[in-house]
């Protein structure tokens, strides 16, 4: 790069900070607004429902507070991806996570702990009983309460000693409802009943994006939760390889990961190739090997051993099952502490750089969280991604499609996987099995042109641009951000943004996407009309109508839960159906809200 562009570099970089930094204010402001609105609408809600919609709204409160810190010292420091990784990794190696009675005295617990060294941060939450996640200024602190915890005496069973860092908290005497409750952080996602309440409060679809994008993300409190579970497989796969990382990827760490979602797992043993390569002129030692055929063989039998580990000596890791055979294989489990349904694999260090483009792509503009956000609850709720593996699209899938819709932009809002690659600096440099994963770390070297479309306009464009697609004969290329010929016949062709030669969304069948594309055309068409825009003059307190982005969440009103033939739409007169649609709306309003209270899209 010329010292010319670099200059460029830094004065754009200092007036996005400035633009960024009124922007953050502002929405602040109109947060705070809106969340005023909103306490006095939840005030006409069943107490079940506003028992939800107040956690719901704790978390968005607190993390409206959170954020503008966040903001400040993330420009302030520049962290890169893998810093921020490492330093959530080295945070999670000095946690503990611990069992405890549903009440109890929080001051008591900390006092006991304290004992062990500094408690730098805690916090409580619910899942299959009450836990509480306990982070120590040093290490040492593990050390000594681990000194001063019990292996349980079981009655007519045994115990595996293996002296974890999951504990459990005994608390003397009995339980008296007299004992206080500590605060509970919520995990769990918001449910569409709630999100759609909570939407259709809000003054514009811009406004309703950003909303959907805070109810849904990842809290700090999770993300700290997903490292830690790492960091406990870490301590038993450490077992047989103790210089290996356990490393969270995926939706975990790509910033678009939604309360839910899966903790996808690498067990990275680059550490131990990475020392045994010191070469020296003299003599030296070697460690004797066993050796396997081919690199996947190894890493099955690597992962089949951890696996059975894991389900014999993990705490709280249950319904393990080894995934062997797979493309990458992967050892599946819950982690029932947590919550967490988890995907182990090995020897997969694309995917962890394709997670690391996906959050810089994040960071660039807060328009691509917000759209990827709203993409993927869209189509969570009209059933085109599922949480079951099959032919469906998946959220990669979506996330990839929406990079390259914004590619797409004129100007640009996404530079292209090439751009970022010629920015790199050397330190960049990163070839991973002979595939170039080389990108640009420092996110200052990256200059955006500017592009002023709002979060509707794009979303009515998304719809627009994949309603009308060339799926039949175009293949989706986000490394040079242009449509090309699809090399094969599969009915979805995403190229894999490292390994080029594979096709991201090749499970995807030629019913889902032509689901997917019938649901982008209508939709497209609803935001078009722009009468689903309006917000109800009528509604009160007790009925809020779905309106702009959440009436797009409702069953297709044209046939039941699938979506009309377009020859069939093209007999009826469009205002015959947007009078269709609106009368849906009005009658149908409360009752999908209702009934669909009842189930959280997960992942
Ligand atoms: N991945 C990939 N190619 C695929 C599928 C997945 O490279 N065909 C990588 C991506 O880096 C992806 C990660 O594996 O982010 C995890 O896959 P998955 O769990 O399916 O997607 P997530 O992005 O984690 O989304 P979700 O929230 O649905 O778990
Ligand atoms: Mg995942």
Redesign the pocket.
């Known amino acids: 790069m010329s010292i010319h562009s670099h200059r460029r570099a830094i004065v754009y970089a200092r007036a996005r900070l400035k633009s960024t930094m009124a922007a953050s204010f502002a929405v602040c402001r109109l947060r705070f607004r809106s969340l005023g609105r909103f306490d006095r609408f939840y005030l006409g809600l069943e107490p079940q429902t506003q028992r939800r919609l107040a956690s719901t709204i704790s978390v968005i409160k607190a993390q409206a507070g959170n954020k503008t810190a966040k903001a400040v010292t993330k420009a302030k420091e520049n962290k890169t991806f893998q810093a921020i990784q490492e330093e959530r990794r080295e945070q999670a190696e000095r946690s503990v996570l611990i069992s405890c009675p549903p009440r109890f005295n929080e001051k008591k617990f900390l006092d006991y702990l304290s004992k062990h060294g500094t408690v730098n941060k805690h916090f409580f939450y619910s899942s299959y009983g009450a836990y509480a996640v306990v982070e120590f200024s040093s290490k040492e602190s593990i050390a000594s309460l681990k000194e001063n915890t019990n292996i349980p005496a079981v009655e007519h069973e045994a115990a595996v000693p293996f002296k974890s860092r999951l504990l459990s908290l005994k608390w003397p005497g009995s339980q008296s409802n007299n004992q206080p409750v500590p605060n509970f952080q919520e995990q769990s996602p918001p449910s569409i009943g709630d999100i759609t309440q909570l939407l259709s409060e809000k003054d514009s679809v811009d406004e309703q994006l950003q909303c959907l994008t805070e109810a849904l993300q990842l809290t700090e409190e999770n993300i700290s939760l997903r490292f830690l579970v790492c960091s406990l497989l870490g301590d038993i796969a450490g077992a047989y390889f103790p210089e290996c990382i356990i490393r969270p990827?995926?939706?975990?760490v790509?910033s678009?990961?939604?309360l839910g979602?899966?903790v996808?797992m690498i067990l990275d043993l680059d550490g131990i190739y990475a020392t045994s390569q010191k070469k020296g002129s003299g003599l030296s030692l070697e460690y004797q090997v066993k050796r396997g055929a081919s690199e996947r063989a190894v890493t099955q039998s690597i992962l089949s051993v951890i696996g059975k580990c894991v389900d014999q000596f993990g705490p709280g890791c249950v319904g393990v099952q080894k995934i062997l055979q797979a493309r990458?294989p992967l050892v599946r489990f819950s982690h029932q502490p947590s919550g967490f349904q988890c995907?182990l694999t090995a020897n997969?260090r694309?995917?962890?750089?394709?997670?690391e483009l996906?959050f810089l792509y994040g960071q660039l503009d807060p328009r691509v969280r917000h759209l990827v956000f709203s993409v993927?609850c869209w189509a969570r709720v009209h059933n085109i991604?599922s949480?079951i593996p099959g032919a469906w699209i998946?959220?990669?899938?979506l996330?990839v499609m929406v990079v390259f819709f914004l590619q797409q932009r004129n100007p640009p809002i996404l530079p292209t996987l090439d751009q970022l690659k010629d920015l790199a600096g050397p330190s960049d440099k990163c070839v991973i099995e002979g595939n170039d994963c080389t990108i640009v770390s420092d996110l200052s070297k990256i200059i955006l042109q500017k592009n002023t479309d709002t979060l509707e306009k794009l979303l009515q464009e998304f719809f627009e641009f994949y309603g009308n697609f060339p799926f039949n004969k175009a293949s989706i290329n986000i490394r040079k951000g242009k449509e090309q010929t699809k090399p094969e016949t599969t009915a979805l062709y995403i190229q894999?943004?490292?390994?080029t030669t594979?096709?991201?969304?090749?499970?995807v069948n030629a019913t889902q996407l032509e689901r997917f594309v019938k649901l982008c055309q209508e939709s497209a068409w609803l935001l078009q009309k722009r009468e689903i825009l309006n917000r109800s003059s009528s509604q009160s307190a007790e009925s809020v109508l779905p309106w702009g982005f959440t009436a797009l969440l409702l069953p297709s009103v044209t046939s039941g839960t699938g979506v009309k033939s377009r020859r069939k739409r093209k007999l009826e007169p469009a205002s015959s159906r947007i009078k269709n649609l609106l009368d849906s709306l009005k009658i149908k309003g409360g009752e999908t809200v209702a009934k669909k209270g009842s189930t959280n899209p997960s992942?």
């Open positions: 990827f995926g939706s975990t790509n678009f990961g939604k979602c899966d996808d990458c995907d997969n694309v995917a962890m750089k394709s997670s996906l993927r991604t949480s998946t959220n990669f899938t996330t894999n943004p490292f390994e594979l096709n991201v969304s090749k499970n992942r």
